[in-house]
């Protein structure tokens, strides 16, 4: 586990998770067992780019809010190459900002205002990278809710 800051409810991201792009919107959790997520940063990039974790997707926008509108094809694919590699279902949170979340479950996406915190948060590499907080930074919040 990367270092990170301690407190009494539980270990925040770190720097160096940060930096990879983990806490910030948008990006995508997806439930292991009970009590474990991982998340998937999803970047939107012009070309590769590296240092980061996640899901890249090649957008010339410089915007964040202009890719929002193709954030559930991009959930979507992620959640349907999830289950043919696993050969099984695969439940997923697309979220996409503090109160925003498209929560994703056989072939229905169902939208809420309540998104996944707490339990422990691994990365891609199934490291942990947070315990019992929020999974995102609060003051990168792109979509004031």
């Not at 009590?35 to 926008?61: C, D, L, R, T």
């Not at 289950?83 to 900002?97: D, G, I, R």
């Amino acid at each position: 586990m990367s270092q990170a800051n301690h407190n009494s409810l539980g270990v925040s991201l770190s720097p160096e998770d940060i930096s990879k792009g983990h806490g910030k919107f948008p990006y995508v959790i997806v439930r292991m067992h009970h009590g474990i997520y991982m998340q998937m940063p999803i970047h939107f990039v012009s070309e590769k780019k590296e240092g980061v974790n996640g899901i890249m997707v090649k957008s010339e926008a410089t915007n964040y809010l202009d890719n929002y509108p193709h954030l559930i094809r991009i959930a979507s694919d992620y959640k349907r190459n999830l289950e043919m590699k696993n050969k099984a279902e695969t439940q997923l949170c697309l979220v996409v900002a503090e109160h925003q979340a498209y929560y994703f479950s056989e072939n229905e996406i169902r939208f809420s205002t309540s998104i996944p915190t707490g339990g422990t948060l691994v990365n891609a590499l199934q490291q942990v990278i947070a315990m019992g907080t929020p999974h995102f930074i609060q003051s990168l919040n792109p979509l004031q809710s």
